[in-house]
């Protein structure tokens, strides 16, 4: 069993790390690889280059010590801040405590219960029973009840915009390019925003009446797709949308 080679010894070019004048330079490894192998050569080549010179140019004496040990420093720190924030959360649970309301009780409903806020479109629409035509076919009956028909019309609300993507494959990448689906989400968005308020207008009855509302509901949308396609209509011409029309058909977006 042979000793390692000590400090004092020469560096043969078996060894590990070969001698000063046998070590390849940045060219030579750069011209020895290919690919991913080359690009992490020239990054790390570079970023030493820039640190060396850094370091050249700079005042900065670098220390022995270039952190401190996780235990006792970093524990004691963390522990420290950490048992401060737990005070404060503390303190002002003591001093401001909570109202908590009355146990509740299985055996009652409350007045209005409500699903969460992002789910209040949905809400709406289970809401959609005015609509429901009655069926003089039927002898004045519905072909389906009001809780089936706002189903129904979650499944197609949800059917419309799963299938959105399919109908438009164009590569349009702001909304002035393709006015109609833009306006199409504007609309989206207000009868998102519009059928949420219905869903809770038992909340805030005396704001507005019910048929006022539900006439909104489905206006409103209206108005703001129409006044989105317009005015994206007469921003053409400033966007120069023939160009950038001709451009994306010669360069396509990757």
């Known amino acids: 069993m042979t000793d390692a080679p000590s400090k004092k010894d020469p560096v043969t070019p078996g060894d590990t790390v070969p001698p000063d004048n046998q070590t390849p330079t940045w060219t030579e490894r750069k011209a020895r690889t290919k690919g991913l192998s080359q690009l992490t050569y020239e990054y790390f080549e570079r970023a030493r280059r820039e640190d060396q010179e ?10 022995d010590v270039l952190g401190f040990p996780t235990w006792p420093h970093e524990t004691i720190r963390n522990l420290a801040i950490a048992s401060f924030f737990i005070g404060m959360i503390m303190f002002l649970s003591a001093t401001m405590p909570p109202h908590l309301e009355a146990p509740a009780d299985s055996s009652t409903t409350p007045a209005v219960i409500l699903p969460d806020w992002y789910l209040y479109w949905s809400f709406g629409l289970l809401k959609l029973g005015f609509l429901n035509p ?10 389906m009840t009001d809780r ?6 979650n499944l197609l609300v949800v059917g419309v915009i799963a299938i959105v993507p399919f109908l438009n494959k164009g590569s349009a990448r702001r909304p002035v390019e393709q006015p109609f689906w833009a306006a199409n989400g504007v609309g989206g968005v207000i009868f998102s925003i519009t059928i949420a308020a ?9 704001m507005l009446s019910p048929h006022v509302l539900q006439d909104l509901t489905f206006l409103l949308p209206i108005v703001g797709a129409c006044l989105s396609y317009a005015v994206l209509k007469t921003m053409r011409e400033g966007y120069m949308f023939e160009l950038n029309r ?4 010669l360069r396509p977006p990757r």
Do not use: F, Q, W
Not at 54 to 63: F, G, N, Q, V
Not at 134 to 143: D, F, R, V, W
């Open 54 to 63: 850094l370091r050249t140019s700079s005042s900065y004496i670098e220390r």
């Open 134 to 143: 009655e069926l003089s076919i039927l002898g004045g009956e519905k072909l």
């Open 148 to 153: 089936m028909y706002g189903v129904v019309a």
């Open 198 to 206: 219905l869903s809770v207008k038992n909340l805030v009855p005396d």
């Open 246 to 249: 001709r451009y994306y058909r």
